[in-house]
Antibody, heavy 120, light 106 residues
């Protein structure tokens, strides 16, 4: 079974960069799926941030396009999120997930999430 | 962006009651609609994809329907373990989520 696990700092200072890692087991990230980052803000709002495909191409939420980068290390079967110039409004729980396609894209496997607070 | 308007924001249901949650898309999404359940402290779990396809392992009391811009999730016979927050998500163009529905036992 596919399992995903996020890791990274839980506290980031405003104007700095947020960096998270998603480690995938049970599946090779170059075999299929789009590998996504999603966040949930306090108050329940969910936002898809972007993904890196199994082939290495990326697709980002237009609202984040100037600040976000998703990359991968295929040797470690990991993919990464970098979000630049963070503000307190980036405080959220960040999830990585696999994105599949059948009559539209959807997220079938999720990590447990990591809470990130942006504060000085 | 395609906006997803989800209703109601919250509801409570008795054991065994049939529950419906609605999602309205701001434009047609060609059945590219998924539903998730999230329990406190857990990650979201996929229930339905492609508007009406049941994810493996999900109880058959969950069903999805709809077309065009209007979609719904039905729980036929509320169970205690169905408490949680439910989200719709469109997968047609730049993926977006509904605002969530908190479901509780009455």
């Amino acid at each position: 079974e596919i399992q995903l696990q996020e890791s990274g700092p839980g506290l980031v200072k405003p104007s700095q960069s947020l960096s998270l890692t998603c480690s995938v087991t049970g599946y090779t990230i170059t075999s299929g799926y789009d590998w996504s980052w999603i966040r949930k803000f306090p108050g329940n709002k969910m936002e898809w941030m972007g993904y890196i495909s199994y082939s290495g191409s990326t697709n980002y939420n237009p609202s984040l396009k100037s600040r976000i980068s998703i990359t991968r290390d295929t040797s470690k079967n990991q993919f990464f999120l970098q979000l630049n110039s963070v503000t307190t409004e980036d405080t959220a729980t960040y999830y990585c997930a696999s994105c599949d396609y059948y009559s539209g894209e959807y997220f079938d496997y999720w990590g447990q999430g990591v809470m990130v607070t942006v504060s000085s | 962006d395609i906006q997803m308007t989800q209703s109601p924001a919250s509801l409570s249901a008795s054991l065994g009651e049939t529950v419906s949650i609605e999602c309205l898309a701001s434009e047609g999404i060609s059945n590219s609609l998924a539903w998730y359940q999230q329990k406190p402290g857990k990650s979201p779990q996929l229930l339905i994809y492609g508007a009406s396809s049941l994810q493996d392992g999900v109880p058959s009391r969950f069903s999805g329907s709809g077309s065009g811009t209007q979609y719904s999730l039905k729980i036929s016979g509320m169970q205690p373990e169905d408490e949680g927050v439910y989200y719709c998500q469109q997968g047609y163009k730049y993926l977006t989520f509904g605002s969530g529905t908190k479901l509780e036992i009455k």
